[in-house]
């Protein structure tokens, strides 16, 4: 199910279910943190800090950040768009890219959590005809 969005494959798909077990049970914020891709503030006092990453597992960010890649350059078009209105603001690529990345962990979570495959676009409503 998990690679089922597009740009996550089965080794990235494997990597996240054995690597996060807890993956569909927590919040997407639990789920950033535990990969280490959360962005933490770095501030102290008067003074504001630029936000960055830290901690979390390893082996799971370093997947995650390898399949954001291609991911947000051709195969998926929510990151795809996500990365140019990221680039377009000022952001630097890699500031982007985790950005990507903490998107695909927050969508393979939905995904589990639910149940059901991806769908890159969401479901017609279907409404009453008028009267």
């Not at 933490?40 to 800090?49: A, E, F, H, Q, V």
């Not at 954001?68 to 998926?76: I, M, V």
Request: proline fraction near 6%; aromatic fraction near 6%; charged fraction near 20%.
């Amino acid at each position: 199910m998990i690679n089922s969005i597009d740009g996550i494959g089965l080794k990235t798909a494997m990597v996240i279910l054995v690597r996060m077990p807890e993956i569909g049970q927590i919040t997407r914020e639990q789920a950033a943190a535990l990969a280490g891709i959360a962005p933490y503030d770095d501030d102290s006092g008067d003074r504001t800090g630029v936000r960055h990453i830290a901690g979390g597992r390893e082996r799971l960010r370093r997947a995650l950040f390898t399949a954001a890649l291609p991911a947000s350059f051709r195969w998926n078009p929510q990151l795809i768009t996500l990365y140019g209105r990221l680039m377009g603001a000022g952001k630097e690529h890699k500031r982007a890219l985790i950005a990507c990345a903490r998107k695909l962990l927050i969508f393979a979570n939905t995904v589990v959590a639910r149940g059901t495959p991806w769908q890159t676009k969401p479901p017609e409503i279907a409404r009453a005809p008028a009267t």
